[in-house]
């Protein structure tokens, strides 16, 4: 008579999408960056936002390295603040900083980058600073401050009637209270923070 053969023991071992539940619950964060306002972003929205930018340009996500069980001192966070030690911890400063960073140093040069560290190299935080992010705390800069070159040559594909940067502050706010909802000024806008504009930055300008 036949053995009835024995149940085997399960020993497959299920693959899961991410190393553990912090992790899980750290990239279930990354939605947050469609509806959160950008001044309430914290180091993981920057992080999801800078994903966002490599998968947009690349066509493949971004490889986190995993190196740390609790994603607080993981790799990305340190490079996120470290970069907000060298150039500012105000969030759309360094949104205005990645968008930047995207758009001259990667389309323009056609670079490859594997890494966040690229983002804090210090030549090119300084140039940043040096050359693009013209409104500071410390900035001299008012109402009636002629707009730079480079941002005036944006400007004037949508609007003949903004020259400084009291101008674009008053469209801002016009955006802000509903009174400006023509989209041209929101293309252009986006265009002006890709030129290292740092437009939440707008609200200083007296």
Known sequence: MA??????????????????????????????IETLNVKDWNATHLIAYFAKK?????????????????????????????????????????????????????????????????????????????????????SSIDRSTILPPNYTEVVRKFSNSISTYGDLSFVVKCMENGNATDDKYKEMLEELGKEGLNIGALDRVK
């Open 3 to 32: 053995r009835k053969p024995k149940n085997k023991m399960n020993t497959e071992i299920q693959l899961g999408k991410y190393p553990n539940i912090h992790w899980e619950k750290f990239f279930g964060k990354f939605i947050d």
């Open 54 to 138: 490599y998968k947009a340009h690349y066509g493949m996500d971004y490889t986190f390295r995993f190196n740390s069980t609790a994603p607080g001192k993981s790799y990305e966070v340190f490079q996120i603040n470290k970069l907000a030690s060298m150039l500012s911890a105000d969030p759309t400063i360094l949104v205005a900083y990645i968008d930047w960073f995207f758009a001259k140093k990667i389309l323009i040069r056609k670079k490859k980058i594997t890494s966040m560290s690229f983002l804090t190299d210090a030549n090119t935080v300084n140039d940043y600073k040096n050359n693009h992010l013209m409104i500071n705390k410390n």
